[in-house]
């Protein structure tokens, strides 16, 4: 299971913390992602953390957005920073399935 918190209304150029809690699975063998749809688009790739620590970004997200993980805690994090409208949607993470989202809305 994975459950997204930490979503809400933020203004233009503030910041967010997202969390995803994950049980049932081994976390620390398997590489974690967040992803986002806006509403009326397609999902898409957000920020990806392998088992070792390496990280991917979207182009749209470099230097603004941080991945992270606690294989203690079965954590996974996004610290997202200088968020934009255009940041506005449901966020996911995902390991090999999905998990419910959480809603981000960037809005002055």
């Known amino acids: 299971r994975l459950v997204e918190s930490g979503g809400g209304l933020v203004q233009p150029g503030g910041s967010l913390r997202l969390s995803c809690a994950a049980s049932?699975?081994?976390?620390?063998?398997?590489?974690m992602r967040w992803f986002r749809q806006a509403s009326g688009r397609e999902r898409e790739f957000v920020a990806y953390?392998?088992?070792?620590?390496?990280?991917t970004y979207a182009d749209s997200v470099k230097g603004r957005f941080g991945i992270s993980r606690d294989n203690v805690q079965n954590m996974l994090f996004l610290e997202m920073s200088g968020l934009k409208p255009e940041d506005t949607a449901v966020y996911y993470c995902?390991?090999?399935?999905w998990g419910q989202g959480t809603q981000v809305t960037v809005s002055g």
């Open positions: 953390i392998d088992t070792d620590g390496a990280t």
């Open positions: 049932g699975f081994s976390f620390s063998d398997y590489p």
């Open positions: 995902y390991a090999f399935f």
